[in-house]
């Protein structure tokens, strides 16, 4: 069965601290992919998107995740990351079937501590 | 602006009380999606829908029905409810190659 995997469901970190988040999916071929954020109480937000091109793409408030066909993964970077950076994050590829429905990861809840 | 627009927010309600939740998109998206959210799960998505009357269940239909006689509106009706579908459910819309746009989310508790 196709599947996404975030490695890491739950990951503490201090201000100015270094992210990066996994996401693993589990068949190749042509592929959009996408993170969203949900912070606290609020509803999901795209936090940057692949489609084709450069696999180094670039998101909202400094986010930036890398695509690497060859290894079937979307990971989620950010340098230096701020206590307004406490969300839950979802990795979304979608199902080799249809490119129109979207996997969704189980989550990574992010806790920054200031 | 665009947006996806779910009501109500919050809803308490008691087994066997049928209800519907509704969520309307001004996009003009041809997909249309209801997920339910619960703690350690991620999303799941109980149906979707392609276009004006075709819908297709999801990973978790049991006790769901939706409908979608047009474009913007695609409600999510639960017939009989039970506690266990006590969650939080978002309704996302989009078209081909573009991403998801979300609602602002329903918590529903059955008791």
């Known amino acids: 069965a196709q599947s996404v995997s975030q490695h890491n469901h739950h990951v503490i970190l201090s201000e100015a601290a270094s992210l990066e988040l996994g996401c693993n999916y589990s068949?190749?071929?042509?592929?959009?992919l996408f993170w969203y954020v949900q912070y606290p109480g609020q509803h999901l937000q795209l936090l940057l998107k692949?489609?084709?091109?450069d696999p180094l793409v670039k998101g909202i408030k400094g986010f930036e995740a890398e695509f690497i066909k060859s290894k079937f993964s979307f990971n989620l970077r950010k340098p230096s990351v701020q206590w307004s950076d406490t969300a839950e994050y979802f990795c979304?590829?979608?199902?080799?079937?249809?490119?129109?429905?979207?996997?969704w990861g189980a989550g990574t809840k992010l806790i920054i501590k200031p | 602006e665009a947006q996806v627009t779910q009501n109500p927010r919050y809803l308490i309600t008691v087994t066997g009380k049928k209800l519907t939740v509704t969520c309307s998109q001004n996009m003009n998206h041809e997909y249309m999606s209801w997920y339910r959210q619960d703690p350690g799960l991620g999303l799941r998505q109980i149906y979707y829908?392609?276009?004006?009357?075709?819908?297709d269940k999801g990973d978790v239909p049991e006790g769901y029905k939706v409908s979608r006689k047009e474009k913007r509106n695609f409600p999510l009706i639960l017939e009989s409810p039970s506690p266990n579908q006590t969650s939080l459910y978002f309704c996302a819309s989009y078209s081909v190659n573009t991403e998801a746009f979300f609602g602002q989310g329903t918590r529903l508790t059955v008791v």
């Open positions: 979304a590829p979608p199902r080799a079937d249809s490119n129109y429905q979207l996997i």
């Open positions: 829908s392609m276009n004006v009357e075709v819908t």
């Open positions: 692949y489609f084709s091109g």
């Open positions: 068949y190749g071929g042509t592929v959009n």
